[in-house]
């Protein structure tokens, strides 16, 4: 099971980007997921999460321009931003709670990040 994500880049403040990420490979279920982002010196901070049913909660600082959704049948989830601050600057982790087929429980899975550069 892997996740790639994928839409990071240099936007200016104001603008717009759109994460994805997709998980692939022995996927029985997925439960959680979400995403996360983390500046240099800082630990990584909850962004926003989505279960399977779509029930999603966000932290306070992007709320209102940050939007989560996923696609069930595609495995993906995605990350809509609007209205990006320079404070939004990060690397950006997708995260997932998938149980394999060849397992009962539920494992943690990271992506690789991409980074989210607003300029001021």
């Known amino acids: 099971v892997q996740l790639q994500a994928s839409g990071g880049g240099l936007v200016q403040a104001g603008g717009s980007l759109t994460l994805s990420c997709a998980a692939s490979?022995?996927?029985?279920?997925?439960?959680?997921m979400g995403w996360y982002r983390q500046v240099p010196g800082k630990q990584r901070e909850l962004v926003a999460d989505i279960t399977t049913d779509g029930v999603t909660d966000y932290v306070e600082s992007p709320k209102g321009r940050f939007t989560i959704s996923r696609d069930n049948a595609k495995n993906t989830v995605y990350l809509q931003m609007n209205t990006l601050k320079p404070e939004d600057t990060a690397v950006y982790y997708c995260?997932?709670?998938?149980?394999?087929?060849?397992?009962?429980?539920?494992?943690?899975?990271w992506g690789q990040g991409t980074l989210v550069t607003v300029s001021s």
């Open positions: 995260n997932a709670v998938i149980r394999p087929t060849t397992s009962w429980a539920y494992v943690n899975y």
């Open positions: 490979g022995s996927i029985a279920s997925i439960a959680h």
